[in-house]
C-alpha cells in the first residue's frame, strides 16, 4: 500500500492545514494505510479512534478535515483511508469526524455548509442515530451506540 505522502500532499494556509489528493480515485478505492505505530488511550488533535480506548496517533494524516458531506472514510478495522465518492486530482481530502470519534478531545463548530451540516462537532455521542445512519460509522461506533441505548432503555426502566 502507499505512503500517506506519496499520494497526498499537506497545504498550510494561515496555519490551517489541508490534505490535498495528488491523483484521482474511484469510489471505494483505497487511498492510504492508517498510521498505527502510536496507539495511546486517549484523544487528542492528532489521533483517530480506532476502538474503546485507542486512539491512534495519525501523524501527517491529521491535516484531514472534517466535512459533514465527506468524500473519504477511515475504514478502522482495516486500518485503510478509502474513497466515499469520485476524487479528482487536487480535491481536499474530508472525512466525518464522528465516524471514528464518541467523544472529541477538542469540540469545534463546522462551517462545511452542507445540507446536513451538524453544526457542532464533539463526538457521535452527541448525535442523534438519524444522522448517525447516514454516515459510514466504524464498529466501535456501533457498539457505543447499542450501548448507549441499553443503558436509556435501563433508565426508563427504573422511572417506571
Ligand atoms: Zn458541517
Redesign the pocket.
Known sequence: MTTIMESLSIKTENKFRTLVSKRAYKKGEVICAIPSEDIREKPNRYTVQIAHDKHTHVGKLAALN????PNVFLDTQHMEMVAAREIEKGDELFFFYPSTEWEMDAPFI?????A????V?AGARFLPLSTLERHYLNSHIRDYMVELVKNTKNNLIKIK
Open positions: 472534517h466535512s459533514c458531506d463546522c462551517l462545511c455548509g452542507s446536513n451540516c451538524i453544526n462537532v
